[in-house]
């Protein structure tokens, strides 16, 4: 009687492992998709409504609440002011002399401006592996699967899933992801991966090992495999590693972007992601 | 009976969402707590397998909906924890709230590997030492300091709504 007891016991939870397997597969074969857009499409505006409720007493709290503060507060906006003007004129220097140098080499720009749509951000991965995060914009705004996620930093990742009204965008931070990415002063080439934190930090791998690399280079999508327009910045490099016996070297990179407090995106409306896998070699 | 698991599936969705907004503002490193998790193994503590796995289930698949890991990996992940805990729950002769202390760290502990392993399986990369330094010891750290508040508060609500096995 006992051993049946325990026979009973065993098998609900082989039931529910054998349902929960065959939800996983079924999920994998995509069908479950519009089931989750179903289920998520209401899980968003919860999302986003108790996001938006924190952001705004987090604010609240972080206001300043005396004369002295406020006085302080200012003092330190007007110090950010005058540095980010210093820093805004030497861009434009650069800018200038970019124009300057381009018309010399009679280079022709033939890239089109990138057309964007601005999103909120609702919600954030709560896999502690997986960095992703949800827009308010969905394919009702447009957004498709595969298109790049900026902000005036840098690239964000690229969406990965789409509902009517939401979508959920792949980080360039997570342990998945990988950018084809370029030194902006020695041109080499390298694969840029997540490495899973949200303070930014990324790897970039399979460097030329000939190939100069700086510390303080910018590194820029290169375009290579289709998968982003080129020339979006990735970030800096940070530090490098060469080893005697590799044949590449590869570079600590470090995103402009801070992922943990990002409430605003662009989507690249006007990039389609190019399928290049029908021109591999037959084998 | 109807609207104690409609409301028990309502709640779920709230701790989800809030886990996805509210708590990414208490991150430790790049780990945070688990609500999900947390509640569905204090529940399970005073309640029969069936019940237990039932919320377990309900709580992965939320889990799933705001992530990109495929619907089904939490469930399974979650099942496991809790099938280990049901079992050992069996065994034990009296029970002691301290005990959730180290059930909660191996629990966490059993629900990331069989988490990790079926995103390696499906095709998700693991870079296993970033992922239990970021993540894995600030999340055990969370849920260790969490259990025991959780806990109280699963009993309180077991006992107001009279839930199916709340006074055993």
Known sequence: MRGGWRNNRWSGLMVAFVLAAGLLLVSLLGLTRPLEDLLAAPLNALTRLLTQTSRTIITASEAPQTMEELLQRNADLERQLAALTAELLQLREIASDYQRLSGLLNYTNTRRDLRTLAADVIGVEQQSLLRSLIINRGARDGVRVGMPVITDLGLVGRVFRVTANAAQVQLITDQNSAVSGRLQTSRAEGTVLGRGLLTGSLRMLYIPIDSQVLEGDLVVTSGLGGNFPPDIVIGQVTSRRRLEFELSQEAEIRSFINFNTLEFVLVVTNFEAADINVFEPPQ | ?168
Do not use: C
Not at chain 2, 123 to 136: A, K, N, S
């Open chain 2, 1 to 168: 009976m109807v609207w104690y698991y409609v409301g028990g599936v309502a709640f779920y969705a709230l701790l989800a969402a809030a886990q996805s907004s509210v708590l990414v503002f208490a991150r430790l490193n790049s780990g945070q707590p688990d609500l999900i998790l947390l509640w569905t193994l204090a529940w399970a503590v005073h309640a029969n397998r069936s019940e237990a796995l039932f919320w377990a289930f309900v709580g992965g698949i939320f889990h799933d909906l705001l992530s990109i890991a495929p619907l089904g990996t939490s469930v399974l992940a979650l099942l496991a924890m809790i099938g280990v805990v049901q079992t050992l729950k069996s065994e034990l002769y009296s029970f002691s709230p301290l005990l959730l202390l180290p059930i909660v760290f191996f629990g966490t502990l059993l629900h990331h590997l069989v988490l990790y392993t079926l995103l390696a399986v499906v095709g998700y990369g693991v870079d296993f030492v970033p992922t239990v330094r970021y993540f894995l010891l600030p999340t055990l750290l969370y849920h260790v300091g969490l259990i025991l508040p959780v806990y109280v508060a699963v009993r309180v609500v077991q006992r107001l709504i009279g839930a199916p096995s709340a006074l055993r």
